[in-house]
């Protein structure tokens, strides 16, 4: 890093070797330079359920689950999983349904994430040190899918913290130290009755709340959810839920933060 940071030119001569773990598990990561790694999918939480090619038995189902769409074999024939990689939209042929996620833009704020690689609402990010060393990307996500199960209906914020590394690559960085405010302005695109909020942390429309990560564990990927519904499918598909959108307003605004060693990275949207 000092020679680098002296001679900068450098890092045009050096070849950047990917981690094993991803070449060997495409299904499970992404991953490039300038943004580390990945998981390939939309609810992080969901990781501690899948095997690693994203894929859970449920209800007589096999479900794939990953970042932009959920691959479903209705039949829950498991000769059928080597035909995942090739189906890209449902073939009914097969007996394998392919359900987009569905992300409601509210605008882009200061965005350079890889539109390739990420689907979101809005983000941010900033980086501190000289040379740069720490650096925290913001997501806001809201986004509704069904899985062949249940349809959901998510809104969440995503806060990556990340450090530099070998010739200049980011690489995830686990802390403690995330925190952070919202003032919270979800919209419907109609009332639903009954909706029910997240109870962690507990959110009410157009709220605020203060989160800190200083007591839980450490981690690079740190999920704020204000609210998550679901119903059964059968539900989901028919009125009112059919036509149900949530998503964030574009007034809403949150600050966020994560510090290491004296530094800290501040970025709002």
């Known amino acids: ?16 070797r990917v981690p094993d773990i991803v070449t060997q598990n495409p299904h499970t990561f992404f991953y490039s330079l300038e943004e580390g790694i990945e998981l ?4 992080t939480e ?29 039949d829950g024939d498991p000769t059928k999983i080597a035909l995942l990689d090739k ?7 097969q ?3 392919v359900n987009p996620i569905n992300f409601k833009s509210s605008g882009q704020k200061n965005s350079k994430v ?10 941010c990010e900033n980086a501190t040190g000289s040379p740069l ?29 990340l450090r530099r590394g070998a010739f200049g690559a980011w690489y995830n960085h686990a802390t403690r130290s995330q925190n952070g405010s919202v003032n919270f302005t979800p919209s419907f695109s109609q009332p639903i009755g009954g909706l029910s909020w997240a109870t962690t942390p507990y959110m009410t429309p157009n709220g605020s709340y203060s989160f ?12 704020i959810n204000f609210f998550d519904y679901a119903v059964n499918l059968t539900a989901g598909l028919n009125p009112p839920y059919n036509s149900l959108e949530i998503r964030f307003s574009s007034s809403t605004t949150a600050t966020f933060n994560f510090g290491t060693g004296g530094s800290g990275c501040t970025c709002s949207i």
């Open 1 to 16: 890093m000092r020679i680098l940071a002296q001679k900068p030119n450098l890092i045009k001569s050096i070849t950047h």
């Open 40 to 43: 390939n999918l939309t609810s």
């Open 46 to 74: 969901m990781s501690s359920v899948l095997n690693k090619d994203g894929i859970v038995k449920v209800a007589g189902k096999i479900i794939q689950y990953s970042k932009f769409n959920i691959k479903i074999i209705e």
């Open 87 to 93: 189906i890209n939209q449902t073939d009914k042929s």
């Open 95 to 97: 007996g394998i349904t």
């Open 114 to 123: 890889s539109k390739v690689a990420y689907s979101y609402t809005r983000s």
């Open 133 to 161: 060393q720490y650096r925290v990307i913001v997501y806001e996500e809201a986004y509704d899918f069904n899985d062949g199960v249940l349809r959901y209906w998510v809104g969440n914020y995503r806060v990556r913290t």
């Open 212 to 223: 800190d990560n200083s007591s839980g564990s450490e981690t690079s990927n740190y999920g």
